[in-house]
């Protein structure tokens, strides 16, 4: 059993300096926050008293390589350090996750509960504050006021028509595609995974007006532990409040209104915090989850092949890529209630842990073989579990695979522009994302952005058509060369090649005499195939 703090989360301290005492820091284990030993980690990411960081280089970089190690040497629950080096507890295995996040009366989503909040060691400054400071919202309530205000949310998102959101995601997509189907090259991260998901929240939740480049960066910062985190926030929380002023005066369809409008009475500043969780909770994921998918597709061979060979639906890809690379890595946090026991540590009342989301999803204890298939298996934890199970995942899904599919139908011949190698990624806390997605295809014209996406040709195709002409007689008007009219019998009357020319059309040919019938042969098994085969090459516009 690891027994990793001299002063551990929850252990009573009689001796601890007053909050925010200047002249003392965060003491963990004799080294001071503030102490340049503690300010200067080992090459490995170790603290000098052996504890790891969950941020920094290595959890940016190599965030899976850092839970397996600590998975190595912890178990299923690994004591790690927080920005600023506060304590607290990462869940690693599959089973743990799920007793915790089933489990309110032990680890409650209050985190008025943290320690680390009441001796100054998590100050409202700090930067995972806009995640960890307690709101009048669902996600950090427990019982009675957690169903009140859920229930808002859950019925919100149920008057949400399903219908009429795939039409917004057609119609964006085919408006971001249409960007840069000409350039004939694109980043799929910065022009279509960032900006799809935000596109369609600001209109589900009655804000079109707010989507900009500004609201898409905020959205994105305010969850990464960032010097800006908190002005990121204030910028967002903006929007929210000005949405719930004009839907208090003037109702319209849509989730705002519902939200303002709700039996459970909730007041403006619950509207707002309500409104920026749901916008920020189902884009982070979804942008995340679009490029992961795409990476997927183009990087994969048996991705690629299982899609176009009909063996897996897009949904079925999404739902594997939330098993090897849910959107969000960690979800932060629960608190323990009381002293307890989980994964052969001893957990301190007022102790934080930390919902290890990705590192669940690989335990080699529901999963030892990771090259083996997910499909059908929805028990992964990328919207997490319990009753605080994202209850928007289902848009996302949506999102995701409408917008995927409308790209891919639009551009089926994309191609990734640099070496595997070379993508790189960033990472925080709660989530990792790719940084570029460059790809290259060959230029497409624009669509009308009213109508769903259609597949187009890269370049004009001969004139074609398929008929079946009378016996004896020649399709009318001309058929291109090389090509033969179905029904033609090569060498016949009705071959275009065996045509008279037009300069001896005046002399009549010689009338040939009586043939017997001929009976048609049968087809071969390989003319469907050649037929099918045509058909793909000419849909994808090969």
């Not at 790891?52 to 280089?57: I, K, V």
């Not at 990464?224 to 000005?242: D, F, H, L, P, Q």
């Not at 897996?312 to 969000?328: I, K, N, R, S, Y």
């Not at 040709?457 to 009318?476: F, K």
Request: charge should be negative.
């Amino acid at each position: 059993m690891t027994t990793p703090f001299s002063h551990r989360p929850g252990a009573d301290d009689h001796a601890a300096p007053p909050p925010g005492c200047p002249a003392h820091g965060l003491t963990v284990n004799g080294l001071s926050s503030k102490s340049p030993a503690a300010e200067s980690p080992a090459a490995d990411g170790l603290r000098p008293n052996g504890l790891r960081r969950l941020y920094g280089p290595e959890a940016e970089s190599d965030p899976m390589g850092l839970y397996e190690k600590l998975r190595a040497e912890h178990g299923s629950v690994a004591p790690v350090l927080l920005h600023g080096d506060v304590p607290a507890w990462l869940v690693l295995g599959h089973s743990d996750n799920l007793h915790m996040t089933r489990t309110p009366s032990q680890f409650s989503r209050d985190s008025r509960r943290w320690r680390a909040v009441h001796d100054g060691t998590a100050p409202p400054d700090h930067p995972l504050a806009p995640v960890f400071s307690w709101q009048p919202i669902c996600v950090f309530a427990d019982g009675a006021d957690h169903e009140r205000l859920r229930g808002a949310v859950t019925d919100s998102i149920a008057r949400i028509d399903h219908r009429g959101v795939r039409r917004y995601i057609n119609r964006f997509s085919n408006r971001l595609v249409n960007d840069f189907c000409l350039d004939g090259k694109a980043d799929l991260v910065s022009r279509f995974a960032e900006h799809l998901p935000m596109m369609v929240m600001t209109q589900i939740l009655g804000m079109p007006e707010e989507y900009s480049e500004r609201m898409v960066q905020a959205a994105r910062d305010m969850i990464k532990g960032t010097a800006t985190a908190n002005e990121s926030n204030a910028y967002v929380m903006g929007a929210m409040g000005r949405l719930v002023t004009r839907r208090r005066a003037v109702p319209e369809e849509d989730f705002a209104t519902w939200l303002v409008e709700h039996p459970a009475g909730l007041s403006d500043d619950e509207v707002s915090q309500h409104l920026r969780l749901v916008l920020i909770a189902a884009y982070e994921t979804t942008a995340n989850l679009i490029a992961n998918v795409l990476r997927m597709v183009l990087t994969d061979p048996r991705f690629r092949a299982q899609l176009s060979g009909g063996h897996m639906t897009l949904p079925e890809a999404v739902e594997q890529t939330l098993w090897d690379e849910p959107p969000f890595t960690t979800i932060f946090g629960r608190w323990a209630v009381g002293d307890t026991e989980l994964g052969g540590q001893r957990i301190k009342a007022g102790d934080a842990l930390v919902v290890g989301i990705a590192a669940a999803n690989v335990d080699p204890v529901v999963r030892p073989d990771l090259n083996a298939s997910m499909q059908g298996n929805r028990s992964h934890l990328a919207f997490s579990g319990g009753p605080h199970e994202c209850p928007g995942q289902d848009i996302g899904r949506a999102i995701a695979d409408t917008g995927i599919d409308a790209l891919l139908l639009r551009l089926p011949d994309l191609q990734l522009a640099v070496e595997e190698d070379e993508l790189r990624w960033t990472g925080s806390l709660m989530s990792r994302h790719l940084v570029e997605l460059p790809v290259t295809f060959a230029p497409r014209p624009p669509q009308d952005v009213t109508g769903p996406p259609s597949p187009t040709v890269a370049a004009p195709r001969p004139q074609w058509r398929v008929e079946s002409p009378r016996p004896g007689s020649v399709p009318p008007g001309p058929v291109p060369p090389g090509s033969v009219a179905r029904g033609t019998v090569p060498g016949s009357a009705t071959d275009p090649a065996a045509a008279p020319d037009p300069a001896s059309a005046a002399v009549p040919p010689p009338v040939p005499a009586p043939a017997a019938p001929v009976i048609p042969a049968q087809r071969t098994g390989a003319a469907p195939q050649r037929a099918w085969r045509a058909v793909t090459r000419w849909w994808r516009g090969d």
